[in-house]
């Protein structure tokens, strides 16, 4: 097999070839910064036998011009091209476009709230956007700006919410706004629509998923409960998942969060009939650990959601 050398000798068509590439290349601006900065380490040689390399670098956008990553037109998508010398021949390395740091830092944040059967509205929910247009709101809308502050302080034993009152006063609004001002912060939290869960739960035992979804929610860092006292009560429900994870969560000390229809009066009812009867004992041992992680917050007035 002929050596490249010999072959650019032997055939004048290809050596006419080679050199509109190579002048076309070297006189890429890019191209010629990086030969300018480095002549003093650079041969013809090392420039003849690199050319597929600098034709690479040349070939790539080098400046960020505000694209996304999806639009990067770039060989390694998310990447720029630098050019750089070693051991006498000339190396190309990819190092992270900004177009990549925006994606990644939007797939982080994106992980930081996690939904378990929510509402888009609840999710995109701020606190500005609270309506305060009742002193009772504007309470609540303060309470939860302080939740949100201390749990940022790292503030030991931080008290949740407790938030009650009729269909619509916009109760899981303001846990979406919580955990989205926890989100900037890069503070995790997990937001659980209760009735839907317990039932995905009941499916757990089918495919041998059980006890892991409910350690996730069991172990979340910041754990909101949106419309406890929707589900059916049944003893498995109260006394084996309800139960045991409030349990768990007053002993760690981990902050939680509650929405309802129900005050803790009608909650404790709801809780104490079964199918079974009313078993007022096992559903004031669960009001006890509620009233120990959340303090009682009423919502009054029109329904939000008409709106």
Not at 46 to 57: C, G
Not at 76 to 83: A, D, N, S, T, Y
Not at 236 to 241: K, P, S
Request: charged share 30%; net charge neutral; hydrophobic share 35%.
């Amino acid at each position: 097999m002929k050596r490249f050398s010999n072959i650019m000798q032997t055939s004048p068509d290809f050596q006419k070839r080679f050199e509109k590439i190579k002048k076309d290349v070297i006189n890429d601006p890019d191209v010629k910064q990086f030969l300018e900065t480095h002549q003093s380490e650079l041969t013809n040689r090392m420039i003849d036998e690199d050319l597929n390399i600098l034709q690479e670098y040349k070939d790539q956008q080098k400046h960020y011009d505000g694209h996304d990553f999806a639009d990067c037109p770039n060989f390694v998508k998310g990447h720029v091209p630098e050019l750089y010398i070693e051991n006498d021949r000339i190396k190309i390395k990819y190092l992270p476009c900004p177009c990549k740091i925006k994606h990644d830092e939007a797939q982080r944040e994106a992980h930081l709230i996690t939904s378990h059967h929510m509402q888009r509205d609840t999710l995109n929910a701020k606190l500005k956007d609270i309506y305060m247009d009742k002193r009772d709101r504007l309470n609540v809308a303060m309470v939860a700006d302080k939740f949100c502050k201390d749990v940022i302080a790292e503030k030991e034993n931080v008290k949740g919410l407790y938030l009650y009152g009729s269909f619509g006063t916009g109760k899981s609004f303001i846990l979406g706004a919580i955990a989205n001002q926890l989100k900037s912060k890069k503070i995790p939290s997990t937001i659980v629509y209760l009735p839907e869960f317990i039932r995905t739960l009941k499916n757990g035992f089918k495919d041998g998923s059980y006890e892991k979804k409910l350690q996730r929610i069991r172990e979340a860092n910041i754990l909101m409960l949106d419309d406890i006292g929707a589900e059916e009560v049944t003893p498995w429900v109260r006394d084996e998942v309800i139960g045991p994870l409030l349990h768990y969560r007053m002993v760690h000390e981990l902050p939680t969060l509650f929405s309802s229809n129900l005050d803790f009066n009608a909650l404790e009812h709801h809780l104490s009939i079964t199918r079974n009867g009313a078993e007022e004992t096992k559903a004031a041992r669960i009001m006890e650990r509620i009233k120990s992680l959340a303090t009682p917050y009423e919502l009054v007035g029109e329904n939000y959601r008409d709106d």
